[in-house]
């Protein structure tokens, strides 16, 4: 298995609502991001978790809630969103954080009402 | 110091040619340079990536060039096909205090007219 899941696909979401993003891989991988993807924008960094321990937060608003239950599993926990929090969520797994290669998910359309 | 700079922002190119995407970079820190493709509605897929110490790479139809006095690398695609239209960014990182971020150009909407 090479892949990186992401559920859902797409999520529409109101302001005042709580909801989470998934990631899953089977890869054996360490090192798992989350990045946040606007129009026309290229992926931009969230955060980085290496053996299941938070290792970068890129000063992102508490809004969102990273967790990491196991080493195959990322979720993004979602709370009091904005419009434009609206974007693409991308998750992608590397070997360890010292492995330069990442995979990325198909990532989960999120539209924020 | 942590800017990516990619060029074109858009590409136009007849099957069969060669689309040449560059881009350039500040940081000399910086050590892996890859490439993704990224397809509407897909998350970017790694398509080649080289290190400083080589000044070429091949990959089937796809070549990555680099030139590290000028801090400049680039990437060619040779004999473009229109299922090669796609947005692809260049990207560079270390493994400094930033552990593995790669930073990100701009992106270039690659378009293969057939």
């Known amino acids: 298995d090479t892949e990186v899941t992401q559920t859902p696909k797409h999520l529409v979401m109101g302001m005042t609502n709580k909801k989470s993003l998934k990631c899953e891989q089977h890869m054996g991988h360490r090192a798992m991001y989350w990045y946040k993807q606007k129009a026309k924008k290229p992926p931009e960094l969230m955060f980085v978790?290496?053996?299941?321990?938070?290792?970068i937060n890129e000063s992102v608003p508490s809004r969102f809630s990273p967790e990491c239950p196991n080493s195959s599993l990322l979720n993004l926990h979602l709370h009091a969103l904005q419009p434009e929090d609206s974007a693409l969520y991308l998750c992608a797994s590397s070997p360890a954080l010292g492995f330069r290669e990442q995979y990325f998910g198909p990532g989960t359309r999120l539209t924020v009402t | 110091q942590q800017q990516v700079k990619q060029s074109p922002q858009s590409l136009i190119v007849q099957k069969g040619g060669i689309s040449i995407i560059n881009c350039a970079y500040e940081?000399?820190?910086?050590?892996?340079f890859p490439w993704y493709q990224q397809f509407p509605g897909k998350g970017p897929a790694l398509l080649i990536a080289i290190r400083p110490d080589v000044s070429e790479k091949k990959e089937g139809r796809f070549t990555i060039s680099f030139n590290k006095s000028a801090k400049q690398f680039s990437l060619h695609i040779m004999d473009s096909q229109p299922g090669d239209s796609a947005t692809y960014f260049c990207?560079?990182?270390?493994?400094?205090?930033?552990?593995?971020?790669?930073?990100f150009g701009a992106g270039t909407i690659l378009r293969v007219k057939s």
């Open positions: 978790y290496s053996y299941e321990k938070l290792s």
């Open positions: 940081n000399t820190a910086f050590d892996y």
């Open positions: 990207a560079a990182s270390n493994l400094g205090e930033y552990g593995n971020k790669l930073v």
